[in-house]
Each structure stands twice: as structure tokens, then as C-alpha cells.
């Protein structure tokens, strides 16, 4: 059996692996696919290098973004109730909902914060109350905010 190639890749190849990634191939793939694909280049020391330095700055943006969406939840659980305003029916019924873009806008005017609202998770909100969001900043970063529908 052909001795097995070893590859730094320059694209993500489904099934094989993702940028940087260090793999062993058969030499015609190899040969025939990868490398004139520009998918990847052989593994040299300096290009592993290169490689090592690319995860290293990667990493530390990583934590930057980390440490970022710590202090946002820190802010705001300094806030703690938001308030938002909604014209009410009988019985305290809403008209609407209230959005993750409503959410967002309160958190913008109370903590000046600009949150994306496609990390804000809400319960069907269709009565005047409290209720609670969370809000997620980064993949380990939660942050959960009370929610007070009041009559506008």
C-alpha cells in the first residue's frame, strides 16, 4: 500500500476537514484533487508555522469575544427589568406580540447596548406582566433579564 500524504488544508472539504487542519491522504487525492483545487499544500515546517500562528490569533480573538459578552451580561444585570410599552385590549390582552426586536430596542435605550436580536429567546408574550429573556452573548455566556409588558 502508497505511503499516506500529509496535508495542511487552505479550504474547508466536507468530510476531510477544515481550514488549517493537518490530514493524511492517499497521495493520488492528493495529487489529483487537493492540491490543484487549492484545497491544500503539503505540510512544510514553515507553512505549520503559519498554521500554529493563524489558531494562536484565532484563540485570542476567541477570548476577546468572551470576555466582551461577560461584561455585556454583567451591564445588564445592572439593569435588571426592562420595560416595554404595548396598547392593550380587554382583559389585558395585547395587540401583537412582543418581539425579540422590541427586546432589543429596550436594551438599546436602557443599557446602550446593541444586542442582535437573533440571540434573544422570549415565551409567547400576548398579556400585560413580567416575564423573563435570555439573551445569549457568546456560545457560554447567558444572560437572563426580566421583561415587563406594560399598557402603553
Not at 14 to 25: Q, Y
Not at 31 to 51: C, E, F, H, M, W
Amino acid at each position: 500500500m502508497a505511503k499516506r500524504v500529509q496535508l495542511v488544508l487552505t479550504k474547508d472539504v466536507s468530510k476531510l476537514g477544515k481550514i488549517g487542519d493537518l490530514v493524511e491522504v492517499a497521495p493520488g487525492y492528493a495529487r489529483n484533487y487537493l492540491i490543484p483545487q487549492s484545497l491544500a499544500d503539503r505540510a512544510t515546517p514553515g507553512i505549520l508555522k503559519q498554521v500554529e500562528r493563524k489558531r494562536e490569533k484565532e484563540r485570542q480573538r476567541q477570548l476577546e469575544l468572551k470576555q466582551q459578552a461577560t461584561e455585556q451580561k454583567a451591564t445588564l444585570e445592572k439593569v435588571g427589568s426592562l420595560k416595554i410599552a404595548k396598547q392593550v385590549g380587554e382583559n389585558e390582552a395585547i395587540f401583537g406580540t412582543v418581539t425579540t426586536q422590541d427586546v432589543a430596542d429596550a436594551i438599546l435605550k436602557a443599557a446602550n447596548l446593541e444586542i442582535d436580536r437573533r440571540g434573544i429567546t422570549i415565551p409567547d408574550i400576548s398579556q400585560l406582566g413580567t416575564y423573563k429573556a435570555e439573551i445569549k452573548l457568546y456560545s457560554e455566556v447567558i444572560a437572563e433579564i426580566n421583561i415587563e409588558v406594560v399598557s402603553n
